[in-house]
Nanobody, 121 residues
Framework: QVQLVESGGGLVQPGGSLRLSCAAS????????MGWYRQAPGKQREVVAT???????NFADFVKGRFTIARDNAKNTVDLQMNNLKPEDTAVYYC???????????????WGQGTQVTVSS
């Protein structure tokens, strides 16, 4: 089994910054893509940013130039640095990882429990 534990959410004023962190643990053989998704009230979950094991990144248009993503393959962690936050960034942010466990032949999608980010004055 694999666990993803997120930290770093909270309340921040518009224009402020937050850093989200996610650590994967368990019977991990390989971690492929890691990323962050978000879900605002009444809306569907949407991708924010992803990063491959090789370091290739992709960002949603609405965060380009404001957010960065980084991972540490040795520690099985992924961080999301969020700058110039806007009220519309308010959402629950979820860590995601595509992981092949020691006992599995195929990789599976795993999710963290989510962390609330609120941008408000």
């Amino acid at each position: 089994q694999v666990q993803l534990v997120e930290s770093g959410g909270g309340l921040v004023q518009p224009g402020g910054s937050l850093r989200l962190s996610c650590a994967a643990s368990g019977s991990i053989s390989s971690i492929y893509t890691m990323g962050w998704y978000r879900q605002a009230p009444g809306k569907q979950r949407e991708v924010v940013a992803t990063i491959t094991s090789g370091g290739s990144t992709n960002f949603a248009d609405f965060v380009k130039g404001r957010f960065t993503i980084a991972r540490d393959n040795a520690k099985n962690t992924v961080d999301l640095q969020m700058n110039n936050l806007k009220p519309e960034d308010t959402a629950v942010y979820y860590c995601n990882a595509v992981v092949r466990t020691v006992a599995a032949l195929n990789p599976y999608n795993y999710w963290g429990q989510g962390t609330q980010v609120t941008v408000s004055s």
